[in-house]
């Protein structure tokens, strides 16, 4: 275990409670989550240690601290937990930075490596200061919270110091689903607070007004208290007084540099290179770098840890007792003692040998040695891509663009990554500096395709069409050869995405000709990619398709294609439905797999919720559809997402919000979707309609159909479940005949899945009281795979009231058990039509759990919500607390409120009270 750095006062003052919380959790013997939040030098460390300091003494413990900056090596965290731990496999060591194995597999060795060091024992684990975490990292302290076993999973950090480009961004929200995820906020101390920890420090009381000031000059933080009292000449802390009057430093920088002040010139020349290292400082690294003898590095690192400026982290391994310190002596130094440092450890890199080209370039750049500094950029950052690491890569290839902005090949490779981290104006910026400066046609042609790809997910339609044109100019002056025919493939691309099926076969056949000419097997499955994705959205083709995209995922994977095979898995997914639900997770937990080698964050997240979700359609759970949906979505609102996916899933969430008859929440995304550019015009359009219908707002539901169906009328896709969905809606806003066989003739296409056709053409035949041609169509797709559980629960719901037309009432009330049946996990008006029929037929209800109201109606999240509402916060304090946007705080008051049948804040409380 690598040590943690402690505190002035011998006691820890003020977090009791936390870790009461923390310890409650560490012996409970179930696997558990907590996450501690809180600035610079509030006591996130301290609060661990203390827990640590209490555990039983067979308790596994691995702490592991992030670097910071955002160009640390992989699984950063990991690393520096085990270092030096003598049982770690060396072999598992060696798979975990092996570069040739894709991310999915040195994930998996990260948690075979834990769990070898941890077996069955009660076990804690401490990820610190996750916003400087690597992606590696953070996605390991995600899976290590999927683990079962006793054992606490504990992760710090600073919000503050969150931004969306950082891989911690969105982790807690995507915990927050999965998991009852324990949340510590650390606040500064109260003055009575600060009083107690300066009476632990100086070992009596102190006077009221000192405590008061010092309160006041600190702001209350642990840390800048406890530095102040080091601070303090000869440690004499006898009289506080002197410590009130003398001046406080306005930058804890300037306090924290005066515990080196009286540092001798030899030991302050080794703090100072052990500041320009980095977080961890290898001794031998160090004394390569300072040329101290080894005995003289042992005395000055002793005084170093005695002062508590270091602590030993490791075996011949120290770090920083806090970052603050090693920034606040980097900074006072000349900016030649600098680059001389950074010369020297690039020098020892280099002369090892070291294949980390993060810390070369760090260290190039640092010197002043750019044309090295770019060298390795370029190196690392195809290195990274090639791994799959694509936040990383973006990082190195910015850093070298420092230097040479037109670089070609730093352009195309952070184009690249931005685009497969779900940096959709990042990948823009570069795609275009990459194509403005491409020297080849070939290069511009690359250029082009990734282009297309991003304007596809950021729905620049018309900057599609261009680009795609300037492709097809461009196929004619390229060679014949792999060039050419990799064009055609992206032009074969844009036409599969823009629905042009014609041009999609036309220049995928083209493409393929070629491959198969030359033998470009790589092309042919590109070709192949596109082609399969055009059909499978074809009912007449979707066989097809299907068969098309199942032949190559294996060659794809064997070829390391890991974009192709994601692609070619995430349309088998929402393409017609395999046959059985364990097919279907079998293929969308492949898709995520081979997303993840690829560093495909739109497929690896956005797809792969969206797949849970149709998952939950297909299994008749409605709840576990929106959950999966809410999920995926607050993943990505963490990514400020912008384009195609993050409006997929507000579109999709909106039609179950439909369902389940939550009205409000469909309002407030349409309100959030109409305020956004790129939101498809029949998304808006339907959804508007379909609301106002459940409204019964005829006025807004006719304005809104008359615009939709202008809006179909001008592109080429329709939709047999938006049609379904619509039609439903407008019979029960009581629309007139005329208008539903408009709505029909305008909703429903030859492209649509025959079932849904023949399901709309019922539902308006049942409408017009033609009942024995509506029976014969609800009767006829009454076990269609291609309709969900609950839309053959209506099926079968229509032909039941066709029946009881006919007077036919024993066949009806078979039909309604079997509809009770498909409905059983779904809601909202489906099963409204339910209840109708069982009315109808004079039947009893169907038993139902007896009704849950009060506080025990509340979610535990809610519950969690309410209590800090009867403590009064506001919307925006509940939002800061618990880590959610100030909307979806919103969302839970208003569910509350609901649920308790209260329509107060205060009433809240009272009730909440009670309960």
């Known amino acids: 275990m690598r040590a943690i750095r402690g505190g002035a006062s011998p006691v820890m003052i003020g977090r009791e409670r936390e870790l009461r919380r923390l310890a409650q959790l560490a012996s409970a013997r179930v696997p558990a989550v907590a996450v501690v939040a809180g600035e610079p030098g509030i006591g996130k460390t301290r609060l661990v240690q203390e827990l640590l300091d209490a555990l039983p003494e067979r308790t596994v413990v691995l702490v592991g601290q992030a670097e910071p900056g955002s160009l640390s090596r992989p699984y950063e965290v990991l690393l520096d937990a085990i270092d030096g731990r003598a049982e770690v496999d060396e072999e598992h060591l060696a798979a975990l930075g092996d570069p040739r194995r894709s991310p999915v597999e040195r994930l998996h060795t990260g948690l075979a490596i834990l769990a070898d060091l941890v077996g069955d024992s009660p076990a804690v684990i401490v990820f610190e200061d996750l916003h400087w975490a690597d992606s590696e990292s953070a996605a390991l302290f995600e899976r290590i919270a999927d683990q079962r076993g006793p054992r606490l999973l504990v992760g710090t950090y600073r919000p503050d110091e969150v931004t969306r480009r950082q891989p911690v961004a969105g982790l807690l929200a995507r915990l927050e689903r999965r998991h009852a995820v324990a949340h510590v906020r650390l606040d500064r101390l109260t003055p009575s607070q600060t009083a107690a920890l300066l009476a632990a420090a100086t070992g009596g009381p102190v006077p009221m007004r000192a405590a008061t ?52 010139p030899v030991s302050h020349r080794i703090v100072e290179a052990a500041a320009v290292l980095g977080h961890r400082v290898p001794f031998d690294l160090l004394a390569g770098v300072t040329g101290a003898t080894e005995d003289e590095l042992i005395r000055v690192l002793r005084d170093l840890v005695t002062r508590g400026v270091l602590v030993e982290s490791g075996d011949d391994e120290f770090a ?164 050419q025919a990799r064009a055609m493939t992206a032009v074969a691309q844009s036409s599969m995405l823009r629905d042009d099926l014609p041009a999609t076969m036309r220049w995928t056949d083209r493409a393929l000709a070629l491959a198969q000419e030359l033998d470009l097997p790589r092309v042919r499955l590109a070709a192949l990619v596109e082609k399969g994705s055009a059909l499978v959205e074809v009912p007449a083709r979707a066989a097809e398709g299907r068969a098309i995209l199942s032949g190559l995922v294996d ?17 088998l997914v929402q393409g017609e439905p395999p046959e059985s639900p364990a097919e279907f997770a079998e293929l969308l937990e492949r898709m995520r797999t081979d997303a993840e080698r690829a560093g495909f964050e739109s497929l690896a997240v956005a797809g792969y919720f969206q797949g849970r979700a149709r998952l939950a359609m297909r299994a008749g759970d409605l709840d576990a559809a929106v959950e999966a949906l809410e999920e995926g979505r607050e993943r990505d609102r963490g990514f400020l997402r912008r384009g195609r996916w993050a409006r ?265 009270g009670r309960g």
Not at 352 to 377: I, K, N, Q, T
Not at 555 to 571: P, T
Not at 741 to 767: C, F, K
């Open 213 to 264: 000031s010092l309160h006041h000059r600190t702001g209350g933080n642990p840390f800048f208290l406890e530095e102040l009292l080091r601070s303090m000449p000869g440690r004499d802390l006898d009289n506080l007084d002197d410590l009130v009057e003398q001046p406080l430093p306005w930058s804890l920088a300037d306090l924290l540099r005066r515990q080196t002040d009286d540092l001798d």
């Open 320 to 483: 920083f007792r806090h970052a603050l310190f090693r920034e606040a002596i980097a900074d006072q130094m000349l900016g030649r003692q600098r680059r001389r440092l950074h010369e020297a450890a690039l020098e020892v890199l280099l002369g090892a040998g070291s294949s980390d080209p993060a810390m070369v370039a760090h260290h190039a750049r640092g010197a002043g040695r750019y044309d090295d500094m770019v060298a390795a950029a370029r190196r690392g950052a195809a290195l990274y891509l090639s791994i799959g690491s694509a936040y990383q890569a973006l990082q190195l290839a910015e850093l070298g663009l420092e230097e040479v902005p037109e670089d070609p090949e730093l352009l195309a490779a952070a184009a690249r990554a931005a685009w497969l981290a779900g940096l959709l104006d990042d990948a823009v910026r570069y795609g275009r500096g990459w194509r403005g400066v491409a020297a080849t046609t070939t290069d511009r042609a690359e250029s082009l395709y990734v282009l297309v790809r991003v304007a596809w997910e950021s729905r620049e339609w018309d900057e599609m069409a261009d680009l795609t044109r300037e492709i097809e100019a461009l196929i004619e002056e390229l060679p014949r050869g792999a060039d």
């Open 555 to 571: 060659e794809a994977e064997k070829a390391g294609e890991w974009v192709l095979a994601a692609r070619a898995l995430s349309n």
């Open 648 to 912: 997929y899933h507000e579109v999709f969430l909106a039609g179950l919000y439909l369902e389940a008859g939550e009205l409000g929440n469909v309002e407030r995304l349409v309100a959030e979707l109409a305020a956004v550019h790129g939101v498809p015009a029949t998304s808006m359009l339907g959804l508007r309609f379909h609301l106002a219908c459940r409204r019964g707002d005829a006025a807004t539901a006719e304005s809104a159909l008359d615009e939709l169906l202008a809006e179909m009328a001008r592109q080429s896709w329709r939709s047999g479940s938006m049609a379904h969905d619509l039609v439903s809606a407008a019979l029960e806003l009581g629309l007139g005949l005329a208008r539903l066989d408009t709505m029909a003739a305008g909703l429903v296409g030859d492209n649509s899945w025959g079932a849904y056709r023949t399901l709309v053409d019922a539902q308006i035949a049942e409408a017009r009281g033609r009942h024995g041609e509506a029976l014969a169509g609800y009767l006829s797709i009454v076990d269609a795979e291609i309709l969900p559980p609950p839309v053959r629960g209506t099926v079968r719901l229509g032909a039941a009231r066709c029946l009881l037309a006919a007077d036919r009432r024993r066949e009806a009330a078979a039909q309604v058990d079997a509809a009770a049946a498909l409905l059983a996990g779904w809601g909202g008006w489906r099963v409204a039509q339910l209840a109708q029929a069982r009315a109808m037929l004079g039947l009893a209800p169907a038993e139902a759990a007896p009704a849950v109201s009060g506080p025990a109606a509340l979610t535990p999240r809610e519950r969690e919500v309410a209590l800090l509402i009867s403590d009064g916060l506001t919307n925006t304090e509940l939002a800061r607390r618990l880590y959610i946007s100030p909307k979806t705080a919103a969302v839970h008051v208003s569910n509350i409120l609901r649920k308790l049948g209260v329509s107060s804040r205060t009433e809240v409380g009272a009730v909440v």
